[in-house]
């Protein structure tokens, strides 16, 4: 059984300025990891919010399972549920980290099973164990009990990732979960939410701003343009020099590395 | 519908020897929480006996204890100090303490603001309005004894001044930072109006009025604390319930909200609890405002912030401080009865401050 995320005639509006413009979207499937990039403002954080349930949208978001023989099976209007169980299904991981909070690292994971009354059913050692398998999968296991105000800005993000990772959703949205990590680190989270996409056959929708490391990692890439789907497809069809020209502004090339990933070299702002 | 999850780490699925080590690390985080509470609450004990000790006439702490065990057992104007003078008093140091630090620790973290307390967000002030209008316009309730026309106007106004912070919290787009602002705003309106009622006031109003906003223990009786005690009883569970929510709502607000929390009832009854904690202690003993800002920063610096500890470390290290207040307020001036407003920052701020230079060393 796979899922499938589909968005039909999405809108999000604040005050009278429409962020996401009626946006309709291919079936997402589970099993890969879906880039969502674009400009700023360009409305890719309030499009993962929409999805996660935590700003008011109209349309539908409708989350299925294909099955071996039948179709879809079950589908779930998520935009009508109460948070509560539409958390049982997805996670938003913020960009956003906390300031001045004095808990450790351990502590946090643990408050992402322990705090949602769907999730009641754990014991307190299950929950445990969950947790610092998370942790361990991370690779920060060493890091558990130390407070996350010591940790630095990358530790920091790890350690929002397990609090999302740790509720293991059928969809998981990432906003920027990259952008304060070093290369090593930046590899890793890509190199294991590919892998937790893929083993577990979980909808990963991620924003990214390096465009290199989407095409490498994501097999989908969206391209968001003023609340609209300016391109979407496979890197290759997705990322072209005309997109970068139309949406970005900037004359680029986009061309394979011996490895054959595409790279993209920007030659000029226009 | 979730897809069966494998374990994580497929390679280990024998219990891993670092998991067993964290597991243990962790056993042992929560009970030395658990004995720092239980320290706390030692400490609120004693703090208490020495507080009925404490007085013009000075009793031995044996005397108290064995008089608090067997009233009968004491001579007759022990007994009346004891029971009539010294414990409806102290009892009512302890539970301000409680109420407010338990306010305050509620609203620190659900206004995500660590300078939030009741009285930083004008609950105080909007109480010493009522009390003004009470006193000086002379205005009183229906079918209420005397003695507790005051507070009911004290407690009407702080009631209704959360409350207002409420509605604010529930128009749309409101930010935490905004509701702030506004209890900020509250704060200088209700001043602003207390003054101007103390300024038509007769002179004999006007020193009531002031001997009220000092705060002060004297008026306790044994029906208010009983029914302080009766509102915080019954807020408790409810705030304790909410502990994992809290702890989650500390990792910022949407982050807690895809946790699958419903922030804005959290907050909504949150407040509800705040109103009644605050609104009804400041009626009974008039503004004090140090325990409901500094009492949370204790326990934060104690057990830190998981919601399960950190409440009731909040209620009891408010508990152990003003009941410390309440000690220094007969012994500061000798033979003298000083306002426990007064006291409890001149108490409060040198604890305080130990804590945040020995937690600095540290680290």
């Given at each position: 059984?796979?899922?499938?995320?589909?968005?039909?005639?999405?809108?999000v509006?604040?005050?009278?300025?429409?962020?996401?413009?009626?946006?309709?979207?291919?079936?997402?499937?589970?099993?890969?990891?879906?880039?969502?990039?674009?400009?700023?403002?360009?409305?890719?954080?309030?499009?993962?919010?929409?999805?996660?349930?935590?700003?008011?949208?109209?349309?539908?978001?409708?989350?299925?399972?294909?099955?071996?023989?039948?179709?879809?099976?079950?589908?779930?209007?998520?935009?009508?549920?109460?948070?509560?169980?539409?958390a049982?299904?997805?996670?938003?991981?913020?960009?956003?980290?906390?300031?001045r909070?004095?808990?450790?690292?351990?502590e946090a994971?643990l408050?992402?099973?322990?705090?949602?009354?769907?999730?009641?059913?754990?014991?307190?050692?299950?929950?445990?164990?969950?947790?610092?398998?998370?942790?361990?999968?991370?690779?920060?296991?060493?890091?558990?009990?130390?407070?996350?105000?010591?940790?630095?800005?990358?530790q920091?993000?790890?350690?929002?990732?397990?609090?999302?990772?740790?509720?293991?959703?059928?969809?998981?949205?990432?906003?920027?979960?990259?952008?304060?990590?070093?290369?090593?680190?930046?590899?890793?989270?890509?190199?294991?939410?590919?892998?937790?996409?893929?083993?577990?056959?979980i909808?990963?929708?991620?924003?990214?701003?390096?465009?290199?490391?989407?095409?490498?990692?994501?097999?989908?890439?969206?391209?968001?343009?003023?609340?609209?789907?300016?391109?979407d497809?496979?890197?290759?069809?997705?990322?072209?020099?005309?997109?970068?020209?139309?949406?970005?502004?900037?004359e680029?090339?986009?061309?394979?590395?011996?490895?054959?990933?595409?790279?993209?070299?920007?030659?000029?702002?226009? | 519908?979730?897809?069966?999850?494998?374990?994580?780490?497929?390679?280990?699925?024998?219990?891993?020897?670092?998991?067993?080590?964290?597991?243990?690390?962790?056993?042992?985080l929560?009970?030395?929480?658990?004995?720092?509470?239980?320290?706390?609450?030692?400490?609120?004990?004693?703090?208490?006996?020495?507080?009925?000790?404490?007085?013009?006439s000075?009793?031995?702490?044996?005397?108290?204890?064995?008089?608090?065990?067997?009233p009968?057992?004491?001579?007759?104007?022990?007994?009346?100090?004891i029971?009539?003078?010294?414990?409806?008093?102290?009892?009512m140091?302890?539970?301000?303490?409680?109420?407010?630090?338990?306010?305050g620790?509620?609203?620190?973290?659900?206004?995500?603001?660590?300078?939030?307390?009741?009285?930083?967000?004008?609950?105080?002030?909007?109480?010493?309005?009522?009390?003004?209008?009470?006193?000086?316009?002379?205005?009183?309730?229906?079918?209420?004894?005397?003695?507790?026309?005051?507070p009911?106007?004290?407690?009407?106004?702080?009631?209704?001044s959360?409350?207002?912070?409420?509605?604010?919290?529930?128009?749309?787009?409101?930010?935490?930072?905004t509701?702030?602002?506004?209890g900020?705003?509250?704060?200088?309106t209700?001043?602003?109006?207390?003054?101007?009622?103390?300024?038509?006031?007769?002179?004999?109003?006007?020193?009531?009025?002031?001997?009220?906003?000092?705060?002060?223990?004297s008026?306790?009786?044994?029906?208010?604390?009983?029914?302080?005690?009766?509102?915080?009883?019954a807020?408790?569970?409810?705030?304790?319930?909410?502990?994992?929510?809290?702890?989650?709502?500390?990792?910022?607000?949407?982050?807690?909200?895809?946790?699958?929390?419903?922030v804005?009832?959290?907050?909504f009854?949150?407040?509800?609890?705040?109103?009644?904690?605050?609104?009804?202690?400041?009626?009974?003993?008039?503004?004090?405002?140090?325990?409901?800002?500094?009492?949370?920063?204790?326990?934060?610096?104690?057990?830190?912030?998981?919601?399960?500890?950190?409440l009731?470390?909040?209620?009891?290290?408010?508990?152990?401080?003003?009941?410390?207040?309440?000690?220094?307020?007969?012994?500061?001036?000798?033979?003298?009865?000083?306002?426990?407003?007064?006291?409890?920052?001149?108490i409060?701020?040198?604890?305080?401050?130990?804590?945040?230079?020995?937690?600095?060393?540290?680290?």
């Amino acid at each position: 059984m796979v899922p499938h995320l589909t968005i039909e005639g999405l809108s999000v509006v604040y005050g009278k300025r429409p962020i996401i413009d009626n946006l309709t979207l291919p079936p997402v499937a589970g099993g890969g990891v879906t880039a969502l990039i674009g400009p700023n403002a360009a409305g890719k954080t309030t499009l993962l919010r929409a999805l996660a349930g935590l700003v008011p949208a109209r349309g539908s978001v409708r989350l299925g399972h294909i099955g071996p023989t039948a179709p879809i099976v079950h589908p779930i209007e998520l935009t009508r549920l109460p948070i509560s169980q539409h958390a049982r299904h997805v996670t938003y991981m913020p960009q956003a980290l906390p300031q001045r909070v004095a808990l450790t690292v351990f502590e946090a994971t643990l408050s992402a099973l322990m705090s949602a009354r769907s999730d009641r059913v754990l014991s307190q050692t299950q929950a445990q164990a969950r947790a610092l398998e998370v942790l361990e999968r991370l690779g920060i296991l060493d890091l558990s009990r130390r407070g996350l105000d010591e940790l630095s800005g990358g530790q920091r993000q790890l350690a929002s990732l397990a609090q999302s990772l740790v509720r293991e959703p059928t969809v998981l949205l990432l906003d920027e979960p990259t952008s304060a990590l070093d290369i090593h680190h930046q590899m890793r989270v890509m190199q294991l939410v590919a892998e937790l996409a893929r083993e577990r056959s979980i909808i990963v929708v991620i924003v990214l701003h390096d465009i290199a490391q989407a095409a490498r990692y994501c097999q989908r890439i969206v391209v968001l343009e003023q609340g609209l789907v300016a391109a979407d497809g496979p890197p290759e069809q997705a990322i072209t020099p005309e997109m970068l020209a139309r949406v970005y502004k900037v004359e680029a090339r986009v061309e394979p590395c011996s490895q054959g990933f595409l790279q993209v070299i920007v030659d000029r702002a226009v | 519908m979730r897809p069966p999850s494998a374990p994580i780490d497929a390679a280990d699925a024998a219990p891993h020897a670092a998991h067993a080590g964290e597991r243990a690390a962790y056993a042992r985080l929560v009970r030395r929480r658990v004995l720092i509470v239980a320290g706390l609450g030692a400490l609120m004990v004693m703090a208490l006996l020495f507080d009925i000790a404490t007085g013009p006439s000075n009793l031995p702490l044996a005397e108290v204890v064995s008089g608090l065990v067997n009233p009968a057992g004491l001579d007759a104007p022990s007994r009346v100090i004891i029971w009539e003078v010294r414990l409806p008093t102290a009892l009512m140091a302890v539970l301000v303490g409680t109420a407010l630090a338990l306010a305050g620790a509620e609203m620190q973290t659900i206004l995500n603001n660590p300078l939030a307390s009741p009285f930083t967000l004008g609950v105080s002030s909007a109480a010493s309005f009522g009390a003004a209008l009470a006193l000086v316009l002379g205005v009183s309730l229906p079918l209420l004894p005397a003695d507790w026309n005051l507070p009911a106007f004290a407690f009407l106004f702080a009631l209704g001044s959360v409350l207002m912070l409420q509605a604010m919290a529930n128009l749309r787009g409101t930010g935490v930072e905004t509701l702030v602002l506004f209890g900020i705003a509250l704060v200088f309106t209700f001043n602003a109006l207390v003054a101007l009622v103390q300024y038509v006031a007769s002179q004999e109003a006007l020193q009531q009025l002031v001997f009220w906003s000092m705060g002060s223990l004297s008026r306790a009786s044994w029906g208010k604390l009983g029914v302080l005690a009766l509102v915080t009883a019954a807020v408790v569970p409810f705030s304790l319930a909410a502990a994992w929510r809290m702890t989650a709502l500390r990792l910022g607000e949407d982050r807690a909200r895809s946790f699958g929390i419903s922030v804005k009832r959290l907050r909504f009854f949150s407040l509800l609890r705040v109103s009644l904690l605050a609104a009804t202690s400041v009626a009974f003993v008039g503004t004090i405002g140090f325990i409901g800002l500094v009492a949370p920063h204790i326990a934060r610096l104690l057990v830190g912030e998981d919601h399960r500890f950190f409440l009731p470390a909040s209620m009891l290290a408010g508990a152990v401080i003003m009941s410390l207040a309440s000690v220094g307020s007969k012994l500061i001036v000798p033979g003298a009865l000083l306002p426990v407003g007064i006291v409890t920052a001149l108490i409060g701020v040198p604890f305080f401050m130990v804590l945040i230079f020995s937690r600095r060393e540290r680290m």
